[in-house]
């Protein structure tokens, strides 16, 4: 069913979003909770004076009396069917647990003494399917349960589809503005679901000028990123068909109570902000 790897093999820290539709709560062998969440787990390094880890974040405030919004773990390995980012400490509340015994027999200490809240994991589980996050778990000492998160496999940006009627823009050059707003330059930011038929979103900028709408920047490529009660985060990913990368290219959307209030494109490889106004 999941990928299979050569285990205890020790991996640099690798990015990922993935962006689950539900989740169980897991205690004793029972599952005592249970229930939808649309928020993205993601992964991304970070620099520290003991090195370079790895911060798992989760946006879901509902969910952080369970699992902290910024996860901190030490090394990822592979095991026989999963990835797993861990933190393995010298001592604390964790020492009778046995998943923590076990990685202090396999993989030794990560970090010193540490004393886990309820809300904190050890270790954070990946499991793939054909070379795609398919199930996240976290796994917790004090006390010992479980989180799974599940993605029932559709395109999970697919729900995520507008068209944003700016009436003007303002245009940033190195964190500078340079120009805007103009009195009057009428856009249209389209977001639907890929026209291609992949995974992910088309974006689409049009300039609707005189009535007509004429594409002011052709399609690209992007996905979810991020998502809060304020803001939509989209990054590009991805080739197109002469080779160019999507990924120098994302969209920050924002919104209130789900209605758009301003839409800010980004290229990032000339460091370019457009912020398209309501």
């Known amino acids: 069913m999941w990928d299979s790897f050569e285990p205890f093999q020790k991996l640099n820290i690798q990015e990922f979003n993935f962006k689950p539709n539900r989740y169980e709560i897991w205690k004793?062998?029972?599952?005592?909770?249970?229930?939808?969440?649309?928020?993205?787990i993601t992964n991304r390094e970070k620099q520290t004076a003991n090195g370079t880890v790895s911060v798992v974040r989760f946006?879901?405030?509902?969910?952080?009396?369970?699992?902290?919004s910024e996860n901190e773990f030490d090394v990822f390995i592979t095991s026989n069917d999963?990835?797993?980012?861990?933190?393995?400490?010298?001592s604390g509340n964790g020492d009778n647990n046995m998943g923590i015994s076990m990685f202090k027999m396999t993989i030794g200490e990560t970090r010193n003494h540490t004393d886990f809240d309820s809300n904190d994991p050890y270790c954070c589980n990946l499991f793939l399917q054909n070379g795609q996050i398919a199930k996240i778990t976290f796994s917790f000492s004090s006390p010992d349960k479980m989180i799974e998160f599940y993605s029932d496999g559709e395109n999970e940006d697919s729900g995520?589809?507008?068209?944003?009627?700016?009436?003007?823009?303002?245009?940033?050059?190195?964190?500078?503005?340079?120009?805007?707003?103009?009195?009057?330059?009428?856009r249209a930011i389209k977001v639907e679901p890929s026209?291609?038929?992949?995974?992910?979103?088309?974006?689409?900028?049009f300039n609707t000028d005189g009535g007509q709408a004429n594409v002011q920047m052709a399609p690209k490529q992007m996905k979810i990123q991020s998502a809060d009660n304020e803001k939509i985060v989209l990054i590009g990913?991805?080739?197109?068909?002469?080779?160019?990368?999507?990924?120098?290219?994302?969209?920050t959307v924002y919104h209130n109570e789900g209605k758009l209030t301003k839409c800010v494109l980004h290229m990032f490889?000339?460091?370019?902000?457009i912020e398209y106004l309501e």
């Open 28 to 40: 004793g062998g029972k599952k005592i909770d249970f229930g939808n969440t649309t928020q993205i």
């Open 59 to 68: 946006a879901d405030t509902s969910l952080h009396s369970e699992l902290k």
């Open 82 to 90: 999963r990835l797993q980012l861990v933190k393995v400490p010298s």
């Open 160 to 186: 995520l589809e507008f068209v944003f009627h700016s009436s003007d823009h303002i245009r940033y050059e190195n964190g500078i503005k340079v120009s805007g707003p103009h009195g009057g330059a009428p």
């Open 195 to 205: 026209i291609t038929g992949g995974n992910g979103l088309t974006v689409t900028l």
């Open 237 to 251: 990913f991805g080739t197109d068909q002469m080779g160019a990368s999507f990924s120098d290219y994302g969209l």
């Open 269 to 273: 490889d000339r460091n370019i902000e």
